[in-house]
């Protein structure tokens, strides 16, 4: 079965320092792939997306986020962090001919000033 | 209307109360998606709708109805609540291509 796996639960980073928030998928080809953020009682927004093409796709805010094919990864990063970042992050996946997304279970950043 | 509104924004329930959560959208997107977002678990599908008149369970659908008459809303109802619908509940719309799914800013709801 696909399944999406945020390894880390809670992230603490200090401001300025860069950021590394990981996203591992399991499925035999290529799928879409999506990173999302939730700000506290807030809903969620789409950060960045991979389809194809160059494996390093940019976003918004500054973020950036990798596909390894070789790895089924898709690790979003960030060289410095803003207090502004501390949120939610979701790692999602489609992975066949529909329209439904699998989620990872998020990764929750604090940051330190 | 801009995007996706959902109401209310928050509600509390007393249990085996029937409530609609309402979802309406601007983007004239096909697909429609209600999720819920509990600490620990994520976000897990209730129903979705890839378009209108057309609906789907998705991995939690026990205890809720859908309905999709038109393009525009998808309200999702809890027949008789119970304290484990306590839950932050969030709409979600796509235009299918891409697949990416646009959130509105959810609703709140407390069943006691």
């Known amino acids: 079965a696909q399944s999406v796996t945020q390894p880390d639960i809670h992230i603490t980073v200090s401001e300025g320092a860069s950021l590394e928030l990981r996203c591992n998928y399991s499925y035999g080809a290529t799928p879409y792939l999506f990173w999302y953020v939730q700000s506290p009682g807030q809903g969620l927004q789409l950060l960045l997306k991979?389809?194809?093409?160059d494996t390093l796709v940019q976003g918004i805010k500054g973020f950036e986020a990798e596909f390894k094919r070789s790895q089924s990864s898709f690790n979003l990063r960030k060289p410095s962090v803003h207090w502004s970042d501390a949120a939610e992050y979701f790692c999602a996946v489609n992975a066949g001919n529909n329209r439904k997304l699998i989620w990872g279970l998020g990764t929750s950043l604090a940051v330190n000033p | 209307i801009a995007g996706i509104t959902q109401a209310p924004t928050s509600q509390i329930l007393a249990a085996g109360r029937r409530m609609t959560l309402r979802c309406t959208q601007d983007m004239r997107h096909n697909a429609m998606y209600w999720y819920r977002q509990d600490l620990g678990l994520g976000l897990r599908l209730i129903h979705y709708?890839?378009?209108?008149?057309?609906?789907g369970k998705g991995e939690v659908p026990d205890g809720y109805s859908v309905s999709r008459a038109n393009t525009d809303d998808f309200p999702l109802t809890l027949a008789s609540a119970v304290p484990s619908q306590t839950s932050v509940y969030f709409c979600?719309?796509?235009?299918?291509?891409?697949?990416?799914?646009?959130f509105g800013p959810g609703t709140r709801l407390t069943v006691l």
């Open positions: 979600a719309t796509s235009s299918g291509r891409g697949y990416e799914q646009f």
């Open positions: 991979y389809f194809s093409g």
């Open positions: 709708s890839n378009t209108a008149g057309t609906t």
